[in-house]
């Protein structure tokens, strides 16, 4: 059972696949996610009690606590190459590549 106060999440994957790079959120996830594609694993998942939106907001005004930017950090050096923000059930509303997200 979901905690009702958990709104929305943070979704780590490790996909192996340079193509990724040029593709869009919505198409990486159903290219590799939803069809569990080879090479494809989730590492971690970080709940909040943000709503998505709320928690894109954060992200794109790039006002992320530090804690939270080193344990995406940490994730990201852990192999991470992707992180996705979703509802607690259903498909992201938005994500970033990791290694773009590091170089802006």
Known sequence: MVDKDIKSALVFYSIKD???FDMNIKDIWTKFIMSKAEGVRCL??????????????????????SELFS?????????????????VVGAPIDGFLLQKFFSN
């Open 44 to 65: 971690n998942v970080y709940h909040f009690e943000l709503s998505t939106e709320e928690l894109l907001t954060l992200f794109k005004s790039k006002d992320i606590p």
């Open 18 to 20: 340079d193509s990724i």
């Open 71 to 87: 344990q995406i950090k940490s994730e990201y050096n852990s192999g991470a190459n992707i992180m996705f923000i979703n509802p």
